[in-house]
């Protein structure tokens, strides 16, 4: 069992809860900033309803979201708690009130822009890194609303984890693949501590790139396993580990079907 020991865990932990954003001393008062740096995953919602023009200004903020050439390479498949239900035969992940699927689409640009050549590693990647980019404006939008909201890899079924399987049930042509579903709705909690982040000299270089130094992650690694333990009571972190592994292998597998076509 990967359990930490009780001076390891209080020691992540304390490094946990006493972590916040850093802000320039002149712009603590933004709050702008405040909104996207104090906005927290939440997976636990109320039964509040969304009101309809806070849903619309979030896919509004979705579909005027930047990308490569303006290609808008991305769709949103929508649900409320009824749709959800109703298509998928189960609750709606976490009591969220809304969700989205963000799928990446580079179908409907070939539709109508000509000499695309064969190249899916480069369509995945653009279509990947607007569709995400369009996830964010409406994560950072529902949050300026004072709706909470998380994005979900695989709870529920509803990310690039399981790709196939929502291929298969959004009829989905080629070249149109699930990024992640965002689940909306108002928190049933109260204010959640800041995941562990790496600090800002273990992200950033300037000319070549430069190794994190081992105590850095060793630290962050053991914030991971503290948050982890402290969240989820009896459960090992090292097999949550072996099991995305598992996960990822079936999801290289599907994806390389998805997006190269080579019927693998």
């Known amino acids: 069992m990967d359990k930490l020991k009780l001076g390891a865990l209080l020691k992540g932990l304390a490094k946990i809860i006493g972590s916040r954003p850093r802000l320039?001393?002149?712009?603590?008062?933004?709050?702008?900033?405040?909104?996207?740096?104090?906005?927290?995953?939440?997976?636990?919602?109320s039964d509040a309803p969304l009101p309809a023009?806070?849903?619309?200004?979030?896919?509004?903020?979705?579909?005027?979201?930047?990308?490569?050439?303006?290609?808008q390479t991305w769709s949103f498949a929508l649900f409320d708690r009824d749709e959800w239900s109703e298509f998928f035969g189960k609750a709606l992940p976490l009591g969220g009130q809304r969700a989205i699927i963000v799928?990446?689409?580079?179908?409907r640009a070939k539709r109508v822009v000509e000499g695309f050549p064969y190249a899916p590693l480069a369509e995945y990647?653009?279509?990947?890194?607007?569709?995400?980019?369009?996830?964010?404006?409406?994560?950072?939008?529902?949050?300026?609303?004072?709706?909470?909201?998380?994005?979900?890899?695989?709870?529920?079924?509803?990310?690039?984890?399981?790709?196939?399987?929502?291929?298969?049930?959004l009829a989905l042509p080629p070249g149109v693949v699930p990024i992640t579903?965002?689940?909306?709705?108002?928190?049933?909690?109260?204010?959640?501590?800041?995941?562990?982040?790496l600090p800002p000299g273990a992200v950033t270089f300037t000319g070549r790139y430069r190794e994190t130094p081992a105590d850095i992650l060793a630290d962050w690694h053991l914030q991971m396993r503290a948050g982890y333990q402290a969240g989820h009571k009896g459960e090992d972190f090292s097999a949550k580990i072996r099991y995305y592994n598992t996960r990822?292998?079936?999801?290289e597998r599907d994806l390389r079907r998805l997006v190269f076509y080579d019927g693998e």
């Open 181 to 197: 579903t965002i689940v909306f709705g108002y928190s049933a909690r109260g204010e959640q501590a800041m995941p562990p982040k």
């Open 24 to 45: 320039p001393r002149s712009l603590e008062s933004n709050e702008a900033l405040r909104t996207i740096l104090e906005r927290r995953s939440v997976r636990h919602y």
């Open 125 to 169: 990647t653009v279509g990947v890194m607007n569709a995400s980019l369009a996830a964010m404006n409406m994560v950072q939008a529902a949050e300026t609303l004072g709706v909470s909201s998380v994005m979900l890899s695989e709870t529920g079924r509803t990310g690039f984890y399981d790709a196939a399987f929502l291929a298969e049930q």
């Open 53 to 71: 023009d806070a849903w619309a200004a979030i896919l509004e903020a979705g579909r005027v979201a930047p990308s490569t050439v303006n290609l």
């Open 248 to 251: 990822i292998r079936t999801a």
């Open 103 to 107: 799928l990446a689409d580079l179908h």
